[in-house]
């Protein structure tokens, strides 16, 4: 009896990952058992010792055919080992040949001691070559499976990490129209100067225009040095202040901030913790970003650093939190905030921002808490990250 090739889902029997290992170093088992594995249609794989079954099945294959008498003298805790460090998704099958016959204390000894084995299906000798065949595609139908669930494993995983980074290249979208825009005020000033010391003849005025148009140069300068910021990061952990980041964000939607008429406070202690600063910068953006959309109108930003000892071992901590006076969360939505494509803006939002904030925030062992009041007259929303200090 062969394994049916729309059974075995994507991964074909003649793969090596689905080969089945052979352990039956008495006479002629193993070669017997080859035979009878090839006219089944699978790839047999012999192995003459525990350390080559181990290699085998790290390795890669479907299952594995063992003589019972080879799992003793330390075998078991190799085995042990090497399928205790098995993927989640992994479950390898083991068909062990055992004795037949009535239950004896040495018996039951066995079956205790192959019991960390897990996944076993057990075949009694002299075996009938219909329960061996059936036991092996048993064993390598499940392992078919295991490979199945493994599959869909990785591709949730890529497109996990494909929508990370296509949230942040509509982060980096958003940023750079406030960046376009407030690079714009200034060099428009400088036009305006131009001109008018163009046409002015008096010193005085002059170099008052030059001293003007220099502070708007200096206010450029000073927009693209916390641009380069967002983008030149340090590959490992670095220590740095928190204060600099708020900062940076802060700079970067100061004239989005000023055109919706909203009042922004930022409340600062020293803090200093260890991390990648663009990370920081990106949640802190999300965040402030959201603020800015749900303020339209007007309202207060506030942002607060504050450090604190927490715990029985008096940890050090730091907390910032982000506050705004805009409508708040609907309580509809808000236990399930941090899922993805969860929005509350509608059609103009891609529900993504604050699932990347959490992904952000766990990746470096932060917490997040969220406030918020929907209702009149006290509204608004309120973020909380707890940071490590340094």
């Known amino acids: 009896m062969t394994i049916k090739e729309n059974e075995m889902g994507s991964v074909s029997k003649k793969t090596p990952e689905m080969r089945t290992i052979v352990f039956a170093p008495t006479g002629r088992d193993a070669e017997l058992l080859s035979g009878f594995i090839t006219r089944l249609g699978n790839v047999p794989y012999i192995v003459s010792s525990v350390s080559e079954l181990c290699s085998a099945i790290t390795a890669g294959a479907g299952a594995a055919i063992v003589a019972e008498e080879v799992l003793q003298n330390g075998a078991i805790p190799q085995l042990e080992h090497v399928l205790a460090n098995q993927p989640s998704w992994s479950d390898f099958p083991f068909i062990l040949l055992i004795a037949g016959g009535r239950v004896t204390v040495e018996s039951e000894r066995l079956r205790a001691l192959r019991l960390p084995l897990g996944n076993i299906l057990r075949v009694e000798r002299p075996a009938r070559p219909e329960t061996l065949s059936s036991a092996l595609e048993t064993a390598l139908r499940s392992r078919s499976r295991q490979y199945q669930i493994r599959d869909q494993i990785y591709q949730a995983a890529r497109a996990h990490e494909a929508l990370l980074k296509s949230e942040k290249l509509a982060v980096t979208g958003r ?107 990106q949640v802190l953006a999300n965040l402030v970003g959201n603020s800015l959309d749900a303020m339209r109108f007007g309202g207060k930003l506030c942002v607060r650093v504050s450090v604190d000892n927490a715990g029985p071992t008096h940890t050090k901590r730091v907390r910032l939190t982000v506050a705004d006076t805009g409508p708040g969360i609907p309580s509809t939505l808000l236990s399930k905030i941090f899922e993805p494509f969860v929005t509350s803006k509608g059609e103009t939002g891609t529900g993504l921002g604050l699932w990347v904030t959490g992904e952000l925030a766990k990746k470096n062992g932060w917490t997040i808490r969220v406030r918020t009041r929907s209702e009149l007259p006290r509204r608004g929303t309120t973020f909380s990250i707890v940071i490590a200090a340094a």
């Open 175 to 281: 940023l750079a129209a406030s960046i376009a825009h407030e690079i714009n005020n200034p060099l428009e000033g400088v036009v305006n100067l131009l001109y008018l010391m163009q046409t002015e003849n008096s010193m005085e005025k002059l170099r008052l225009y030059v001293s003007q148009a220099q502070g708007e140069i200096a206010r450029v300068s000073e927009i693209a040095k916390h641009t380069l910021r967002f983008y030149k990061e340090p590959t490992s952990p670095i220590s740095f202040e928190v204060l600099a980041v708020v900062d940076s964000v802060l700079n970067l939607y100061q004239s989005r901030l000023v055109s919706a008429g909203i009042e922004v406070e930022v409340k600062g202690a020293k803090a200093i913790i260890q991390g990648n600063p663009g990370e920081l910068r």
